[in-house]
């Protein structure tokens, strides 16, 4: 009974273990995540209202509080948060972007818990400073972060199901900050993984379940703009509005993404060396310009824009014309120094200004209409992501009505942005891999590559093509005798000048020799071990070593090459026993010597893949089999 009773326990732990393995972690991790969105999105939001209370009671406070605010993030940033920068997004596509082990060590640095607390505590100062930044990228890095960690709980974690959780916990992410659980699914196909596995399917959509109902739960169901109520009047005017909101906003964007990408062209000589050399500074710098251009505009560009964009939407707030041309500059501003903040809140901004922009040039189609389809063109033409910018605005007004319409204006505003730029998101993204990977290469490498440029105009003046030691210069006709060393490697010289009597011992020698004093004498150089050199090579010689090389070529026989190890299909394959006879001591021929000098001559290289031989007496026929790999759990097929 009481070995019955063991046996049942530790087949119950079994099952919670599997259970555990398998849902568990997932779930907790989508709660987590949800549960951070909110409390993200709520502190957000608390700051940007302690920024409007503080600049409704002193206007030109600003102008003092965005200078210290900019500074204070970007040197906070730079000295504790390194990755922690702009949106969020672009650092989880170069995680994503990667294969196997690069994988892992790229999300390992831009994915941990300490940027977490950076991208969070960073943002709300920035808002709380009234700099144009949104908090939906920021969420975006935030869940894939969260949930990225959520391998440790696994015993044994594989680069895909890392990958898998990355884009699970970013479509989550995305989820839970606008409430939109169709626009995650889309978002984590066409922006992130733009390969979407089968397999990964349950994971986005389990975790995006749970962290919209934790969302929802402490939320409520509601939609991000409110409830589009303009109906569609006529063909012609929604025909003119898609064409006019499409090029428009796709101009627009594309534009911003030119801005952001080519700042060294049309940013000045001295900011982008103040940028470069003094970055706080240069925030304090930015901060002073935005503060310039929210008091300019009554302050309507500071913060995300949600409250201007949603006020133009519902027709409760008249803005500008202007507005979004300042809006637009002074999204710039903020995103510049490099300061946490997304970009998704602000385009919708801008968007909207620009469409009630055209309802003052066309005021006989319904201002709702052109808002939501400019909304949806900017989106689209910064993102390059028509799909993603379509669903999000759809989900965000509730225009079911019109989904033909946004689709065809988010098309075409992509289409038109990539004639001024590449895609945002991606570009920098390539910008962080690029970044991670020279900075965790190895010294050594660039210690070459800096040699190997500075012995540029050598390599011209003489090529070299054999390998050769520090010090040394081997000359062109003593480089014939590298046909008796097996597996000489071609490679540039590296150095100019070098004693002359140097040279012959480098080529006499079939192995490197260890660095010796330069000012050795030519008798103890021509003393050491030699091969069997040709004639060409000794008239090289100094005319005072060319005797003792003579005399040491006939005394010294030659050496049998080592014989090379070959592997066939990763099993190492057997020697023959003539392979490791001892050489001849007999006097190298003429014949022989001549050998190295016909070895020269270019021919085509033939691997041929030689067969085993016959195994030893007592040794069986059977060829050996490479061991076996101890079976790793496979925690992708959970989530089928």
């Not at 986005?204 to 934790?214: C, L, N």
């Not at 000098?597 to 490479?626: K, N, R, Y």
Request: net charge neutral; with cysteine.
């Amino acid at each position: 009974m009481r070995k019955m009773l063991a046996g049942l326990h530790g087949h119950t732990r079994r099952q919670v273990r599997r259970l555990w393995l398998q849902y568990g972690i997932l779930w907790s991790g989508a709660v987590i995540t949800g549960l951070v969105a909110v409390l993200y999105a709520r502190l957000i939001d608390y700051g940007f209202e302690l920024f409007r209370d503080m600049q409704g009671d002193y206007r030109l406070f600003p102008l003092v509080l965005m200078p210290a605010v900019g500074a204070l993030c970007v040197w906070a940033t730079r000295r504790y948060f390194p990755g922690s920068e702009g949106s969020g997004i672009p650092q989880v596509i170069a995680s994503l972007g990667e294969q196997g082990e690069r994988t892992t060590r790229l999300a390992a640095a831009l994915l941990t818990l300490r940027i977490v607390a950076g991208k969070i505590a960073l943002s709300f100062l920035a808002i709380l400073g009234g700099f144009t930044i949104g908090r939906e990228g920021p969420t975006v890095q935030v869940g894939a972060a969260l949930m990225y960690n959520m391998r440790r709980f696994y015993p044994r974690p594989s680069a895909i199901l890392e990958k898998r959780l990355i884009l699970a916990g970013a479509a989550a992410g995305l989820a839970a900050a606008f409430n939109t659980p169709l626009a995650g699914i889309v978002f984590a196909i066409e922006e992130l993984s733009r390969s979407f596995e089968q397999r990964a399917s349950g994971v986005v959509i389990t975790t995006i379940i749970f962290a919209g109902v934790v969302a929802l739960g402490l939320t409520g169901n509601y939609t991000y703009f409110g409830t589009l109520t303009a109906s569609v009047d006529s063909a012609r005017n929604v025909i003119v509005s898609v064409i006019l909101c499409g090029l428009l906003m796709g101009g627009a964007g594309g534009f911003f993404c030119w801005l952001l990408l080519n700042m060294p062209k049309w940013i000045p000589s001295p900011l982008l060396e103040l940028r470069a050399r003094r970055p706080v500074a240069f925030g304090a710098l930015c901060g002073l310009a935005v503060a310039v251009i929210g008091i300019a505009a009554g302050g309507a560009t500071y913060g995300s824009g949600y409250a201007e964009a949603r006020g133009l939407l519902t027709g409760q707030q008249e803005l500008s014309g202007m507005y979004p041309l300042a809006k637009m500059a002074s999204m710039v501003g903020s995103y510049l120094p490099g300061m946490p903040g997304g970009i998704f809140a602000p385009s919708l901004s801008i968007g909207a200004g620009f469409g009630n922009l055209l309802h003052m040039l066309f005021g006989d189609i319904s201002p709702q209409i052109l808002i939501a389809l400019a909304m949806v063109g900017y989106l689209a033409a910064v993102t390059q992501s028509p799909i993603t910018s379509f669903v999000i605005v759809m989900e965000m007004v509730n225009g079911h009505a019109l989904v033909i319409s946004l689709m065809a204006t988010a098309l075409l505003a992509s289409r038109v942005s990539r004639f001024f730029a590449p895609p945002l998101y991606e570009a920098l993204s390539e910008r962080y891999a690029h970044a991670h990977h020279a900075s965790q290469a190895p010294p050594q490498q660039a210690q070459a590559a800096h040699a190997a440029h500075a012995a540029a105009p050598v390599a011209e003046l003489e090529p070299v093509h054999a390998h050769v030691t520090e010090a040394a210069v081997v000359p062109q006709s003593a480089l014939q005798t590298t046909a008796v060393v097996p597996q000489v490697e071609p490679q540039a010289a590296t150095t100019a000048a070098a004693p002359a009597e140097e040279a012959p011992k480098e080529a006499w020698t079939s192995t490197p020799p260890m660095q010796e004093p330069q000012d050795a004498p030519a008798q103890e150089a021509v003393a050491a071990p030699v091969e069997t050199l040709p004639a060409q090579a000794l008239n090289a010689l100094p005319e005072e070593a060319q005797p003792v090389a003579a005399e040491a070529q006939v005394a010294t026989p030659a050496a049998a090459p080592r014989p090379r190890q070959r592997r066939k299909h990763g099993v190492q394959a057997p020697l023959d026993k003539a392979q490791h006879a001892a050489p001849d001591s007999r006097p190298a021929t003429m014949e022989e010597q001549s050998a190295p000098l016909q070895a020269l001559e270019p021919q085509p290289q033939v691997v041929e893949s030689p067969l085993p031989a016959a195994p030893e007496q007592g040794e069986s026929d059977t060829p050996a089999q490479p061991r076996r790999a101890k079976r790793v759990y496979r925690q992708g097929d959970l989530f089928d």
